[in-house]
């Protein structure tokens, strides 16, 4: 996340009209296609096959360290899981003959052990193929991290499953308990995991079974959030569940937009989903000075995130907008501009998206309301598909944070331009005014 600066081409529009930026850096439109791509899922515009292509063809073009740095953002600091991989994919033919840099990128950016088999599978994509030296290096050594239990979960079934990453690599343990782990994956003996999806599968009782794993500290805060339902159906103590919920562990690699699925699937235990997001909004620095914010809750935010979420754009920016600590006055944009309640947590997100009714997208007037207004700091939240010219913004400190793919946009020259739907993009604001002061 950086300034990026772009220059208008002439005849340039976004999807919605607006004269755009063409990005004439390869860098910078790489970065806006990939920090907020849920890698082959469709947007309102653009499918997901040709955003994937557009990152596979820009990263070929891009320094292989540039992709390096990028890869382990995307995943690390954006809690992305498929965009990183595709681009470890690009980075192990541009990166030929810099062994250790797409070595120790690979075992960087794999951070989960399913990561192993998907990082092939993708890969493999157009057809099988041998892996490069330093890939197989990369993953050789990110099979290390994971124990007998974390194989044992990930080990599902596909076209390539985590022993045949094993053989392919001829990864070497470091140990003979690690050796005797490898061993019962390629005869595919581990013991099963203690997950919920074991034992529920295996006939276990729900209830019970729950319960027991939020008592032993083995469910993840996401699969927590994933399962309240679930939790709440099966009656599951209420008191255990909102200890869990209010405890956040894990919570740092959960997107601000997980606590709205999460209380829309389970009503019961929205009190304590609020709690647990706006307690991620005093781990964020307090923006000093008046705070404009801008969201987009036009037509195009209304798709979904993906194929199987319930959730969209819209969710993802209204969630990003309610964890902003500081002096707030917040509008949602459409057809119209309206100001809303300055609300942090769910009583914000909702405010934003049921504001107004779900039109075009006029950020060229909503930019020119709020330039009228006093304030320090102006932050845009929207997929950047304007149907008009939009102004410079007249604070002079401006941010627009794009949360879709698509090719062209219009936040560069006076914005900071930021991508993603990640709080780390909030992060960098804060990172981006101290080094200015």
Request: glycine share 6%; net charge positive; charged share 30%.
């Amino acid at each position: 996340m950086k300034l990026n600066i772009g220059k208008r081409r002439k005849g340039e529009k976004t999807h919605e009209g607006a004269p755009a930026v063409q990005v004439l850096d390869d860098e910078a439109r790489l970065r806006r296609a990939v920090l907020a791509c849920m890698l082959w899922e469709d947007e309102f515009y653009e499918d997901g096959e040709t955003i994937a292509a557009r990152i596979a063809g820009l990263a070929a073009k891009v320094d292989p360290v540039v992709v390096a740095g990028l890869a382990i953002e995307a995943r690390s600091k954006m809690n992305l899981r498929h965009a990183p991989l595709l681009l470890l994919t690009v980075l192990a033919k541009t990166g030929a003959g810099r062994e250790k840099l797409v070595a120790d990128t690979v075992a960087e950016v794999i951070q989960r052990a399913d990561e192993l088999a998907e990082l092939v599978a993708v890969y493999w994509r157009n057809g099988k193929k041998p892996l490069p030296a330093q890939f197989k290096k990369g993953l050789a050594r990110a099979f290390e991290k994971f124990d007998a239990y974390e194989l044992a979960k990930y080990d599902r079934p596909g076209p390539v499953r985590l022993r045949d990453v094993l053989f392919l690599v001829h990864a070497k343990p470091k140990a003979e308990e690690q050796a005797a782990t490898w061993r019962k994956l390629a005869e595919k003996e581990l013991d099963s995991p203690d997950t919920w999806e074991v034992a529920l599968s295996g006939g276990a009782d729900k209830k019970a079974t729950f319960e027991r794993l939020i008592r032993e500290e083995k469910l993840g805060y996401l699969a927590l959030l994933r399962n309240l339902r679930n939790m709440a159906e099966a009656g599951c103590d209420e008191r255990l569940v909102k200890k869990a919920i209010a405890a956040r562990k894990g919570a740092k690699r959960v997107l601000p937009f997980r606590y709205v699925a999460a209380a829309r699937a389970a009503p019961m235990f929205d009190r304590e989903i609020d709690k647990a997001l706006k307690a991620s909004i005093d781990e964020q620095a307090e923006l000093k000075g008046r705070t404009i914010v801008l969201v987009d809750v036009s037509g195009s935010m209304d798709t979904k995130l993906s194929a199987r979420s319930d959730l969209r754009r819209m969710d993802a920016a209204a969630a990003l907008a309610s964890v902003i600590n500081g002096d707030l006055r917040v509008f949602s944009f459409t057809d119209q501009c309206a100001e809303v309640p300055a609300r942090r947590g769910l009583a914000g997100i909702d405010a934003i998206v049921k504001s107004q009714p779900h039109g075009g997208t006029y950020l060229g007037r909503a930019v020119e309301r709020v330039n009228a207004l006093p304030h320090d700091r102006l932050i845009v939240i929207t997929d950047e598909q304007s149907h008009d010219k939009v102004p410079d913004p007249v604070a002079k400190r401006a941010y627009l944070i794009n949360v879709a793919s698509y090719r062209n946009g219009v936040g560069y020259g006076r914005w900071v331009h930021l991508d993603g739907f990640s709080e780390q993009v909030l992060r960098y604001i804060q990172a981006y005014e101290r080094a200015l002061n």
